[in-house]
């Protein structure tokens, strides 16, 4: 099999930088399978081992520094036919750590080989996560305040089923790769390897002192028998194909006229408990009824029962881009904690802008027209205030219409609280 390698973009590495030896071995390893570049895709992130995939002819992927494994992962999960391996330094590894935890966990067919160099060798060899303690760096006596990572170790008890530790000098290396690439599920290579251009300035390591540093630690050879378990990709299918089948979205076809032409925007002030975001969802169905683009945007306490509960509503003849509300035409003001939460939405307000007051809510001063209604003297519960306050939108012909509402609580209710929505409606003077 021919070389994969770039000979347009030959490796630009420092003279005896490990690197360059894993660029020749992983594409003997390549060649020693039989893969051709379209069989692969190269996921890398920044540093050193980042330019990996410039130094390829394959599929590549380059992205922010520690997140390779997550775009790893979307890849092999719409590509699985695809031979996804991640190159990754000791620095990115840190940085992304609980991305490693998830691969781990996750065990999708994944190679990754962490090239492991103890410094961020790109940026000024400050200390990184796996860097000993008692090594000068860049970044002072820092490294000395910290306990050096075992990424072998830490892959093995986050459930990763092959972990293999080893260095990147030795002879039968490109095999070891073909192994761990050739494994079905996660596969991590521990790769301990010399940065000339920053690490042995100032500290002595040979290929000879990494070998018997990693004599010394608890070997990891490879498979991880307590940990072996179905390919997550494989698995999953597996299970996602007995699942029922969801049945398609409803489509609701346009068949009214809003009442007003162009966007409209609504912001409900309310409370938990006055069913803030079921009025919200309503009122985005009216729309879709009259044909309109609709956005619902929702703010609430991470509380159930306490605190203001506010939603944003957009309704537009065109596409909407931006979802922000800066100055809204309407505002459905129902409960004192939401309009506290957004008073400065008040003073943005302009003569144009319609503000439907509820009884015993107290408003800042603003331009905007005020209708108000006591729905407490109507002998409605405050439960049905929000929907209450869309069939006054509804009888003004204010955004929406009584057809459009009508036909939203139909598309969203039924049986009898889809009755007590239509008695509710009626009350109030529409039909």
Known sequence: MDSLLNSARPPVLCPGCAHERMTHTLDQAFRNMGLA??????????????????FFHTHAM???????????????????????????????????????????RRNL???????????????GGQ????????????????????????????????????????????????????EAIEYEGFALMDIWGICPGRYTKKNRLTPRMIDEALAQRPPLDGVVPENE????????????????????PAVIEPRFNAPQKGR?????????????ITAG?????????????????????????????????????????????????VVLALDQDGVDRRRDLFERLTKKSFIL???????PDSKARIHQIDFKAKGIRRTDWALASLAILADLNCVISVDMLISALKLKFKGDTRQQAFALVRQLGTH
Request: charged share 15%.
């Open 109 to 123: 067919n994944v190679t990754l080989l962490v090239l492991n160099n103890f410094n961020f060798g790109m940026t």
């Open 281 to 329: 969802e309503l009122l985005c169905i009216a729309g879709l009824t009259a044909g309109m683009h609709t956005t619902q945007k929702n703010e609430y306490n991470i509380t159930v029962l306490r605190g203001p509960s506010i939603s944003e509503l957009i309704l537009s003849p065109r596409e909407i881009d931006f979802t922000g509300i800066e100055k809204p035409n």
């Open 357 to 363: 007051q509820i009884g015993g809510v107290s408003l």
């Open 37 to 54: 570049g379209h069989q692969i895709v190269l996921v890398s992130d920044i540093g050193c081992s980042g330019l990996f995939d410039t």
């Open 62 to 104: 380059h992205g922010l520094h520690g997140r390779a494994l997550t775009y790893a992962a979307g890849l092999k999960m719409a590509r699985p036919e695809l031979n996804v391996i991640v190159t990754m330094g000791d620095g990115g590894q840190g940085i992304g750590g609980a991305h490693l935890l998830a691969a781990c």
């Open 264 to 276: 409209q925007e609504v912001v409900i002030l309310g409370s938990a408990g006055q069913r803030i």
């Open 127 to 178: 200390y990184s996560a796996t860097t000993p303690p008692e090594a000068q760096l860049g970044s002072g006596f820092l490294s000395a305040l910290e306990r050096p990572l075992d990424i072998g170790e830490v892959a093995r008890c986050a459930g990763a089923p092959y972990v293999r530790r080893c260095s990147g000098y030795q002879k039968e290396l490109a095999s070891l790769i073909q």
């Open 229 to 248: 378990r179905p390919e997550y990709g494989q698995h999953y299918r597996r299970l996602a194909a007995g699942q029922k089948k969801v049945s398609a």
